[in-house]
Each structure stands twice: as structure tokens, then as C-alpha cells.
């Protein structure tokens, strides 16, 4: 087996950065509500309904900062080809947790990183800051407190960086 050398991202370019402010929250599971018929079609589907309320606001705050963003750089066209996402999620922090030092978002209350990343990636495509969320092929994510990381907000939220890789064509 032949191991595969680092690839170098010296070559990646910054293409946008967004900012979203609000509560991260998780895609997550869906619940069966039953079954519909489709009036069109007559083919029978299954109802599947979000199960965490939190998602559809979320969403819609990554979607407006991702189309704030576009508007602040100029963008006019979502980006394409080759793209990877670095990402600070700052997370609530517990009451609960202490205050004097560094602790981690490692409960469930802090959510999973893999369905932040879902839900968050669902929000940039639906601003139309990238062609399809396909596109990105590379991601560095990371959960924080407020004031626990030098690149945590303030409050929760998300930093969200756009880059362009090699081949990419926009």
C-alpha cells in the first residue's frame, strides 16, 4: 500500500466568509407522520417531519448571512468546483458548566458537529453561496464556547470560510 503525501493548501484561495449569529442547532432525525398519496403521480411516499425545532431558524439565519455575505463581496455568481469550509460553531454554554475554566461542548446539548455541519451546509446552498453543498470536498469543523477559541463569537453562532481549491471555476 502506498501512503498518500499531505495535501498542501497553500493553493486554496478565501472566496467568502459569512458570519451567522444565532443558535447553532443539529440536523437531525426525522419522525414518520404516515403515509401520502401524491395527487399527481398516485405513488404513495412517506411523511417524514424534522424532529428538532430549532433547525429551520438556524437554517434560515445561515441562508440570509450566506446572501448578506454575497452582497458585501460583490459575488453575483455562487461558487463552483472544488471547495472546502473551515467552520467555528460557539455554542451555548451550559449554566451549569464552570465558569473559571476551559471546558468542551462535548453533551448533547451542544449538538453532534456532523449534523451542524448538515444543516449549516443546507443553509449555504439554500443562499445560493455555492452551486450545490456537493461542491465542498474538505471541512474543518470545531465546537466552542463563547470565549474559548480565538476565533469563538461572542455569542453562538458560526464562522463560516468559503474556500476555492485547485480546478475550481469560480
Request: proline residues 8%; aromatic residues 4%.
Amino acid at each position: 500500500m502506498t501512503a498518500l503525501a499531505p495535501e498542501p493548501d497553500t493553493d486554496r484561495q478565501l472566496r467568502l466568509t459569512i458570519v451567522v449569529n444565532g443558535r447553532p442547532a443539529p440536523q437531525g432525525s426525522k419522525a414518520y407522520k404516515g403515509h401520502r398519496t401524491n395527487a399527481a403521480t398516485g405513488r404513495r411516499s412517506a411523511v417524514l417531519v424534522e424532529q428538532s425545532k430549532r433547525v429551520k431558524p438556524w437554517r434560515a439565519l445561515v441562508t440570509r448571512a450566506a446572501m448578506d455575505s454575497m452582497l458585501d463581496t460583490g459575488r453575483t455568481e455562487p461558487l463552483d468546483g472544488p471547495l472546502e469550509a473551515d467552520i467555528v460553531f460557539t455554542v451555548l454554554k451550559p449554566a451549569s458548566a464552570p465558569k473559571r475554566r476551559r471546558t468542551w461542548p462535548t453533551t448533547r446539548h451542544s449538538g453532534d458537529v456532523d449534523k451542524l455541519i448538515r444543516s449549516t451546509f443546507d443553509g449555504i446552498a439554500d443562499g445560493q453561496a455555492v452551486v450545490d453543498d456537493s461542491r465542498i470536498i474538505a471541512i474543518t469543523a470545531r465546537k466552542t464556547f463563547p470565549g474559548e477559541h480565538p476565533e469563538a463569537l461572542d455569542q453562538p453562532g458560526a464562522i463560516i470560510r468559503l474556500y476555492t481549491l485547485p480546478g475550481a471555476t469560480r
